[in-house]
């Protein structure tokens, strides 16, 4: 499934990266602490957080996930905005919390 | 004479151009067909030698080595140095201010991360002087 059509069933607003949101989504991570999540999530997850940073974008880059997931209309920083854009991360913003996005994302990845 | 020598300065104030030679460096491993589970552990390891920089050292230089059957990557710096290195190689074992740890970074996993992702590395500090890192990263290696 892309992530751009797993974002508008869900109803996730997207706030920067257009250019990323015909990626592929093939699974989910979920994390806040930017070591962690750079040594575990891989390559198609789409990555529940708060982490809004600029740091969170280029962990995004590294591990080339498929999207950011900011849970609970966590901010997005100005220059977080401007690397997503340039980057191509497509970064979404949601006002469910990270268990019940993640709940979300479970069933449409199972349907 | 490697393949390919990068050199990068990592600015030592700036959060937010911590990673552009590791998303470099990862842009040209993509580039030059490099095996992608190398190419990832390339770039965990420098990025978070990057981040240690940024936050502990004022900054430091990147030195990347790509050759076919390996990757070199030496990140130096003139930073306070690491008083006890096996201690700061624990997982958990930080230094980092506050600030740094709302940002997501600063738990005590830079190092061990570092560790996991290479095949090896060796690191040299003097307390005053600054800290070395080395590592080296082979394809096929560890997955």
Do not use: C, K
């Given at each position: 499934m892309q992530i751009g059509e797993m974002a508008q069933t869900c109803g996730w607003k997207l706030l920067a990266g257009e250019k990323g949101t015909g990626n592929e989504v093939d699974g989910c991570y979920v994390g806040?602490?930017?070591?962690?999540?750079?040594a575990r999530a891989q390559a198609g997850n789409v990555w529940l957080t708060v982490m809004g940073n600029v740091n969170a974008v280029a962990v995004a880059t590294l591990t080339e996930v498929s999207a950011i997931v900011l849970t609970e209309s966590a901010a997005l920083d100005a220059e977080a905005a401007v690397k997503a854009e340039q980057q191509g991360i497509p970064v979404y913003t949601c006002a469910?919390?990270?268990?019940?996005?993640?709940v979300q994302v479970y069933e449409k990845l199972g349907q | 004479?490697?393949?390919?020598?990068?050199?990068?300065?990592?600015?030592?104030?700036?959060?937010?151009?911590?990673?552009?030679?590791?998303g470099d460096v990862k842009h040209k491993l993509k580039k030059l067909g490099y095996e992608p589970d190398a190419t990832r552990r390339v770039a965990i390891a420098m990025y978070e030698g990057e981040i240690n920089?940024?936050?502990?050292?004022?900054?430091?230089?990147?030195?990347v080595d790509i050759d076919p059957d390996r990757v070199e990557i030496v990140l130096a710096d003139h930073g306070p140095g690491i008083e006890d290195v096996d201690q700061a190689m624990q997982a958990g074992w930080s230094t980092a201010p506050d600030n740094v740890r709302a940002l997501g970074f600063g738990a005590g996993m830079g190092l061990p991360n570092m560790k996991k992702y290479t095949d090896e590395m060796v690191v040299?500090?003097?307390?005053?002087e600054g800290t070395t890192v080395r590592m080296t990263v082979v394809p096929g290696r560890k997955q």
């Open positions: 806040d602490l930017l070591s962690w999540v750079m469910e919390n990270t268990y019940e996005t993640a | 004479m490697s393949m390919l020598h990068l050199n990068y300065q990592v600015p030592g104030d700036d959060f937010t151009r911590a990673g552009e030679a590791s920089m940024v936050i502990h050292a004022g900054g430091g230089e990147a030195v040299e500090s003097v307390v005053g």
